[in-house]
């Protein structure tokens, strides 16, 4: 069965840092594009940023550019989402999923087989 399972949300003020780790099981995620997205309150879940097998590729929202970064560690079957300079409507609800098939859009929510259950982030102002 696999299982993937998110960690490192918490409260933080605004201008903060924070590292979000994904960690799979029942499934090597080496060969395989893993998302972050994020749940708001009140709103549907949004694409925040990917990264492709063999880290060979990345992808970032706008939003998000140059204060979030994407790594991963395929020892550890681990995907890191570092996010710097916390804003307060960087609040949601983070989720990392695992896209089997690489040549689907990664920022499209329905390209991906397999979710977790999700991190708090919670940025005050």
């Known amino acids: 069965q696999v299982q993937l399972a998110e960690s490192g ?3 933080v003020q605004a201008g903060g840092s924070l590292r979000l780790s994904c960690t799979a099981s029942g ?3 080496s060969p395989y594009l893993i998302g972050w997205f994020r749940q708001p309150p009140g709103k549907e879940r949004e694409f925040v940023s990917a990264i492709s097998s063999q880290s060979s590729s990345s992808y970032s929202a706008p939003e998000i550019k140059g204060r979030f970064i994407i790594s991963r560690d395929d020892s550890k079957n681990t995907v890191y989402l570092q ?3 916390l804003k307060p409507e960087d609040t949601g609800l983070y989720f990392c ?3 089997k098939d690489e040549a689907r859009n990664p920022l499209l929510l ?3 087989d397999y979710w977790g259950q ?3 982030v919670t940025v005050s102002s």
Do not use: D, F
């Open 118 to 120: 999700g991190t708090q």
């Open 110 to 112: 329905g390209t991906y």
């Open 97 to 99: 999923g695992v896209q």
């Open 27 to 29: 499934l090597t995620i």
């Open 9 to 11: 949300g918490e409260l």
């Open 83 to 85: 996010m710097n300079s």
